[in-house]
T-cell receptor, first 114, second 110 residues
Framework: EPEVTQTPSHQVTQMGQEVILRCVPI?????FYWYRQILGQKVEFLVS????????KSEIFDDQFSVERPDGSNFTLKIRSTKLEDSAMYFC????????????FGSGTQLSVL | DAKTTQPNSMESNEEEPVHLPCNHS???????IHWYRQLPSQGPEYVIH?????VNNRMASLAIAEDRKSSTLILHRATLRDAAVYYC???????????WGAGTKLIIKP
């Protein structure tokens, strides 16, 4: 079965530094998402992306966050100035069509902000 | 607001059927019910979804109550690999996000 690929699997950074989390969605998918999960807590929606623009974003996705699909295959999440509370597992997901298609998730990037 | 209610945890014996309940009493007529699971240290994985009729796939069955206020995910013969957190999610077609609750942690005893 096709897979969503995320790199790196672990990222350690200093507070205030910029990080870019990378994802390669499934090739014919059209809708892309970032979710995060703080250790021991619920999965939280961050942002959805379609047709090269943000479709919807949560309150978590503030000005420090941005997403980009730079080359038609990669989908990136950038955090400009990381905070301690950004430490979490970040999951990328993709979907082919909108209505009731299942989401395919990557295995995540564990971000640790020191 | 996840708008679904699930037990925090359940235990089952290996090779026995498992019934995971979900309450969604305020569901609207067009909301689908999706189930995902998350194995330890992995990303969520789609299990099954449905609207009104019961649904079967290679992983599980989904039984939806006639009034649609509740549903049950059925694993017909649980294995140790089925130990995971199972999430019941209401999904309105056209929304771009899924709202996740706390899920049910399924423990499989050998």
């Amino acid at each position: 079965e096709p897979e969503v690929t995320q790199t790196p699997s672990h990222q350690v950074t200093q507070m205030g530094q910029e990080v870019i989390l990378r994802c390669v969605p499934i090739s014919n998918h059209l809708y892309f998402y970032w979710y995060r999960q703080i250790l021991g807590q619920k999965v939280e929606f961050l942002v959805s992306f379609y047709n090269n623009e943000i479709s919807e974003k949560s309150e978590i996705f503030d000005d420090q966050f941005s997403v980009e699909r730079p080359d038609g295959s990669n989908f990136t999440l950038k955090i400009r100035s990381t905070k301690l509370e950004d430490s979490a597992m970040y999951f990328c997901a993709s979907r082919w069509r909108e209505l009731n298609e299942k989401l395919f998730f990557g295995s995540g990037t564990q971000l640790s902000v020191l | 607001d996840a708008k679904t209610t699930q037990p925090n945890s359940m235990e089952s014996n290996e090779e026995e059927p498992v019934h995971l309940p979900c309450n969604h009493s305020t569901i609207s007529g067009t909301d689908y019910i999706h189930w995902y699971r998350q194995l330890p240290s992995q990303g969520p994985e789609y299990v099954i979804h449905g609207l009104t009729s019961n649904v079967n796939n290679r992983m599980a069955s989904l039984a939806i109550a006639e009034d649609r206020k509740s549903s049950t995910l059925i694993l017909h013969r649980a294995t140790l690999r089925d130990a995971a957190v199972y999430y019941c999610i209401r999904y309105s077609g056209g929304n771009y996000q899924l709202i996740w609750g706390a899920g049910t942690k399924l423990i499989i005893k050998p």
